[in-house]
């Protein structure tokens, strides 16, 4: 397979040919992950073919998405969302971006100035034909692949190396403040959590969602035994409770700052936002509302793109000036970029719940200032179906003080995701809703539940199938068995979705031996505590939990306890029998590809991509015995232990070794590793490897650092040049050398 000197999209095989066993799947995505590939795929490829796996690549970077919703490029998301049900499916996932509507028409604009004939995104549709183009692009917007690549539940924890290394080099975790303002602030009641009504199919009949007897969507894939949640947020309670947390902070003179997941909620969310930034703004709002429609402002945008269409007013200065006075009137905001002026409430994007919430509780529960300080905050999260983790957590730190991480326990999970798994599989039956009246869910005439709203609400509804819940049971056990550690179910009986499930679980726990296994069922707040209180006494816990909290638990603990949840091990055991092997978070990638744009230097931390790509080795060779394949993958194990135990990760600074580094020590011990192993054909192999690699070590790094200090041009941030991506990535010739001619 000649892949390793070359450029990304010529290493790509027909989509058809990665069903083999000895195939694995990875890939091509945005940001800083994709900088990084053009460095490591080579040295990848450069091993796994020693031992007849093939390593090809699959583009479903946003950029290519949306050449594919255009027909300008092949639907490798879908093919993959085909791979995924194959028993011998092996794919390496890299985080890509969730797409804002901002995000989607700067990639538009770039691709167009690359050449591509795409049309605009139509933000306010005048026709038929742009309304057909929305709905196209629409689907590149927040998480687009995930739900069609999690087939499988998921099973995320930290590796031993990698909890031990944090332990002997702690991150730091910032104190609290002496009196501690910091809090969370959550609405009390017609929020999603208190308006859900919850039923559990017994056939699989079509469902019609319909208001005022109009019909919204018909659904016609339903499964006999999945539940089915409905419910809404009310728009009128929503602004009421902005301002009273507004006032709130004001009264306790703290920073209000507000967090939601517009990416992955892309329907609910950016409402959500928009409230947020009207109730705060109300006087602008008041005031100039007629020139925002005028100007076709969406509030749900923000006050950055608010900023953007300013440009072709004649009152720009003015309203400028208005936003301006607003900020002595009202709490400190939180700032996303202080030396830019970028707010809380400039993108929606800009502030994601599971890393913006973690974050703050690693800083001493506090967020930035204007001054770019950190300083207590009223965290602002409207709907108390989650927001009641991240008050306990807040709770906890503001009680009890920062936690020890050189002592601290292990959190891992079991998540319930595969098949679009609730909430996060809602995006198609939400609705802002158009008129006052009475939503209601019907299946064979007969109404299953029904809601009565306002105009202007924010309506949805959420799925679990059966098959999905089964095996969630089923790896919540197995997990708790192989670990003896508990394995705690967070479910509600008070909320109507976690009713239906715990009635699920209590009925599969009985399909499998739980004998000395300890599986409580508690709610949120109590799992919280209970959890907590574990982890300050360094022991170890399971959280067995439905898909949002998955998402927010495992970016919470893992940042606490290891710095950052891209060193978790993020393992999707397929229900058709592959594999999906997640790495990192893409969280800050954007800050890293701004850096490495302007120095040369790439600072993110590959050690999720080695961690995976290990996995992803080790579960072909469980399913085929091959002295050859398991000798590779004990050296990448020691490899990546060699990576931790000498620090090897990425430095911030330019000037001091960064990712194409770390790739380059990796390379290293894992040849040293293979020339000292038992298989005589790999050590044969990789001896002359190992020797050329510890002895031009200087000459390498000196080849490396030298292409620091200067901007680089990568031909295009979401889709770069491979051509000039791979110069960036691959400066070093001693080391392309040797990596070429294994």
């Not at 719940?353 to 703050?360: H, T």
């Not at 590793?673 to 298989?679: F, H, K, R, T, V």
Request: hydrophobic share 40%; glycine share 6%.
């Amino acid at each position: 397979v000649q892949t390793c000197a070359l450029p990304i999209s010529e290493t790509k095989k027909p989509i058809k040919r990665i069903y083999m066993s000895q195939k694995i799947v990875w890939s091509v995505i945005d940001e800083a992950p994709a900088l990084a590939t053009y460095s490591l795929l080579p040295i990848v490829n450069a091993f796994t073919k020693a031992a007849g796996v093939e390593v090809v690549t699959s583009d479903i970077s946003l950029a290519n998405r949306v050449l594919a919703s255009m027909g300008k490029a092949t639907d490798e998301l879908s093919k993959l969302g085909e791979v995924v049900l194959k028993e011998d499916g092996n794919i390496i996932k890299l985080p890509n971006i969730s797409a804002s509507v901002g995000q989607l028409m700067d990639c538009i604009a770039e691709l167009q100035e690359q050449g591509f004939d795409i049309p605009n995104y139509p933000e306010e549709p005048k026709n038929a034909e742009e309304e057909a183009i929305k709905a196209k692009y629409s689907g590149c917007l927040g998480s687009a692949v995930n739900p069609v690549l999690r087939e499988g539940n998921s099973d995320r924890r930290a590796a031993a190396a990698v909890k031990k290394f944090a332990q002997n080099n702690p991150h730091r975790l910032s104190a609290m403040s002496e009196k501690s303002q910091a809090r969370v602030e959550h609405m009390s009641g017609n929020d999603f959590y208190s308006n859900e009504k919850s039923v559990i199919l017994d056939n699989n009949a079509n469902i019609t969602i319909e208001l005022n007897g109009k019909c919204l969507k018909e659904l016609s894939d339903m499964q006999d035994k999945e539940i089915i949640d409905a419910t809404f947020m009310s728009a009128k309670a929503l602004r009421s409770f902005y301002q009273d947390t507004i006032d709130s902070a004001k009264k306790t003179d703290t920073l209000w700052s507000l967090h939601l997941k517009a990416t992955m909620m892309k329907v609910s969310d950016p409402i959500m936002f928009g409230h947020a930034t009207e109730v705060f703004f109300k006087d602008v709002f008041a005031k100039y509302q007629d020139e925002f429609t005028k100007l076709g402002y969406n509030s749900n945008m923000g006050l950055g793109d608010l900023y953007k269409k300013l440009e072709k007013s004649d009152k720009k200065d003015e309203i400028i000036a208005a936003i301006e006075a607003v900020y002595p009137t009202q709490p400190r905001i939180a700032m996303v970029d202080s030396s830019k002026g970028i707010t809380n409430l400039h993108a929606s994007n800009d502030v994601i719940i599971d890393a913006s919430m973690p974050a703050a509780v690693k800083t001493g529960a506090k967020m930035w200032n204007w001054d770019d300080k950190a300083e207590d905050a009223v965290c602002v999260i409207p709907d108390s179906s989650y927001a009641v983790f991240h008050k306990a957590m807040v709770d906890d730190v503001v009680a009890n003080g920062q936690y020890d991480v050189t002592t601290m326990g292990n959190v891992a999970n079991v998540g319930l995701m595969a098949q679009k798994a609730e909430e996060y599989g809602s995006h198609p039956t939400t609705f802002e809703i158009a008129e006052a009246g009475t939503v209601e869910v019907k299946q064979n005439g007969k109404v299953l539940m029904s809601h009565n709203v306002e105009a202007g609400d924010i309506w949805r509804l959420s799925r679990v199938k059966d098959i999905p819940i089964q095996d969630w049971v089923r790896l919540a056990v197995e997990r708790a068995r192989l670990t003896g550690n508990p394995a705690v179910f967070w479910l509600d009986e008070n909320r109507a979705h976690d009713a239906n499930m715990i009635t699920k679980v209590n009925e599969y726990l009985k399909n499998h031996d739980t004998s000395g296994l300890e599986m409580p069922i508690m709610d949120v707040a109590s799992a919280t505590k209970f959890t907590n209180a574990r982890v300050r006494k360094g022991e170890n816990t399971i959280s067995v939990t439905g898909n949002v909290l998955r998402d927010h638990l495992t970016d919470m603990y893992p940042i606490l306890e290891l710095g950052t949840s891209a060193k978790m091990l993020s393992i999707v055991p397929l229900i058709a029998g592959g594999g999906l092997f997640e790495t990192g978070a893409g969280g800050s990638a954007p800050k890293h590809v701004d850096q490495f744009l302007e120095e040369g230097h790439l600072r993110w931390d590959s050690l999720g991509e080695f961690l995976a790509l290990a996995e992803s080795l080790r579960m072909i060779g469980n399913k085929k015995s091959d002295d050859k394949l398991a000798a590779l993958t004990a050296g990448l194990d020691a490899a990546n232990s060699g990576y931790l135990d000498n620090n090897k990760a990425p430095s911030r600074k330019c000037g001091q070794p960064d990712n194409k580094a770390s790739h380059f020590f990796v390379a290293q011990y894992w040849a040293k590793a293979l020339a000292e192993g038992d298989n005589a054909e790999l050590a044969a192999k990789f001896a002359p490897v190992a020797k050329s690699l510890t002895e031009n070590e200087d000459k390498i790094m000196s080849e490396l650092l030298a292409s620091e200090g200067s901007p680089k041009d990568i031909g295009g941030y979401f889709k770069p040049n491979d051509a000039k991506a791979t110069a960036a990535m691959r400066p070093s010739a001693t080391l392309n050398s040797i990596i070429d001619a294994i």
